[in-house]
């Protein structure tokens, strides 16, 4: 009587409770309600049709669970992705072995995570996960083989050290180099440039100084860093390097006149100090002197 009047959804519930729990599945079907067929397929032990009614139904969050707990890892990450668990679908990617459709869904989750950022302060739990998916990220680029994509990844997530071995395997030294120094690390950072075949005198002389810094060959470095105009800097170095007189000389010809008259004084050259207090016309200290 219900069916010959279209009545699906009535002769659904009284083949569910008749315990005809297969038809009641098909005429809640044919009534439009993908839900309650649903939950009839799961009584019945049919998950995978569960979960294709649940989908067609609009109810990805409940079909990608049973999806999952069948090991359909791809499928599974597809209804979480449409049910707006992005991070969720994107770790069953990474099992399911698709690791740039993951790594494209950590880079949206950072993007989406950096919009907010520019309205807003983020709170701490979403600053772990921006700097947790660059990590993801540098992480799946590496398995596929693109070290350079891997690299700012790796810095955004602060490992310096597997940033500088990405920027290396994607033919940047230079990059690899400065991280090493941040490292403290003067004898790798040379090592992966010269086996990158490049000229460690070639290279800016920030970076060649700082290296030979590191190296403690300090006065190099200075010297270096003078020819390149930086003055202030080589000062500090020559100062550190215990070359006083070279550093006063260079701190007075940067207006540093403090600086240069204590070093004046550590050189054993207080005449010069006092040629410095004469210019200031701070003639009682230059007198004293």
């Known amino acids: 009587m219900y069916l010959k009047g279209g009545h699906f959804d009535q002769a659904a519930r009284l083949a569910e409770e008749m315990g005809d729990l297969a038809s009641a599945s098909l005429y809640y079907l044919k009534a439009g309600d993908l839900q309650a067929a649903a939950a009839i397929e799961i009584r019945l032990e049919h998950p995978e049709k569960a979960a294709w009614f649940y989908t067609r139904g609009g109810q990805h969050l409940k079909a990608a669970e049973i999806l999952e707990s069948l090991d359909q890892f791809d499928a599974a990450a597809e209804q979480y992705d ?3 668990y992005r991070d969720k679908a994107a770790i069953l990617y990474v099992r399911a072995g698709q690791h740039l459709v993951a790594a494209d869904l950590f880079e949206k989750l950072i993007e989406k995570l950096a919009r907010e950022g520019r309205d807003h302060h983020l709170s701490e739990s979403d ?7 660059h990590r993801y990220c540098g992480e799946l680029y590496l398995k596929v083989g693109d070290a350079k994509l891997a690299a700012p990844h790796f810095e955004a997530a602060l490992m310096d050290e597997q940033a500088a071995e990405a920027w290396r395997l994607g033919g940047d030294p230079e990059k690899a180099a400065n991280l090493l120094l941040k490292l403290q690390r003067p004898e790798a950072a040379c090592r992966v440039l010269q086996e990158a075949g490049r000229d460690i005198a070639a290279l800016s002389p920030a ?11 300090h006065a190099e470095a200075a010297a270096i860093l003078e020819k390149a105009g930086n003055l202030f800097r080589a000062a500090e170095v020559y100062r550190d390097a215990g070359e ?17 008259v204590s070093l004046y004084m550590r050189a054993a050259k207080p005449e010069e100090a006092a040629r410095l207090y004469e210019v200031a016309r701070d003639y009682r200290n230059a007198a004293d002197l």
């Not at 060649?208 to 810094?213: K, R, S, T, V």
């Open 207 to 217: 970076v060649h100084a700082e290296i030979l810094g590191r190296q403690g060959k």
């Open 82 to 84: 449409r049910g707006g």
């Open 244 to 260: 006083f007189l070279k550093a006063a000389t260079l701190f007075e010809k940067e207006g540093e006149t403090d600086q240069a």
């Open 127 to 133: 600053r772990v996960a921006f700097t947790k998916y």
